[in-house]
Nanobody, 130 residues
Framework: QVQLVESGGGSVQAGGSLKLSCVAS????????MAWFRQVPGKEREGVAT????????FYADSVKGRFTISQDKAGNTLYLQMNSLSPEDTAMYYC???????????????????????WGQGTQVTVSS
């Protein structure tokens, strides 16, 4: 079992920055795939970025490339999402996700989907005003 707890959401004006954190616990058996998703009411959850603790290149959705950076702390316990140049279109509930069996190979043709991940945090709201 993997437990995930997000924090760092809030309200910011367009052009501003936020850094989300996701503390992971409960799994000490090797590398695994982690991700940030976001969801607005009435829409499917969108995979924003993925990170493999074993060191693959991270994946970013086209909508956030060049603005968002996914990373992990040296201890391997906390996943981050640094979000810069935020726009109102980034307003959403942001979720941290993890899966211990996923190969974590994603690209523009094979994007992460909600069904790929077994473990989820409770979400943190990000609101960007114009």
């Amino acid at each position: 079992q993997v437990q995930l707890v997000e924090s760092g959401g809030g309200s910011v004006q367009a052009g501003g920055s936020l850094k989300l954190s996701c503390v992971a616990s409960g799994y000490n058996y090797g590398n695994y795939c982690m991700a940030w998703f976001r969801q607005v009411p009435g829409k499917e959850r969108e995979g924003v970025a993925t990170f493999y603790t074993g060191g693959y290149m991270p994946f970013y959705a086209d909508s956030v490339k060049g603005r968002f950076t996914i990373s992990q702390d040296k201890a391997g316990n906390t996943l981050y999402l640094q979000m810069n140049s935020l726009s109102p279109e980034d307003t959403a509930m942001y979720y941290c996700a993890a899966d211990t069996t996923l190969l974590c190979f994603f690209n523009d043709d094979t994007t992460p989907e909600e069904r790929d991940f077994d473990y989820w945090g409770q979400g943190t709201q990000v609101t960007v005003s114009s």
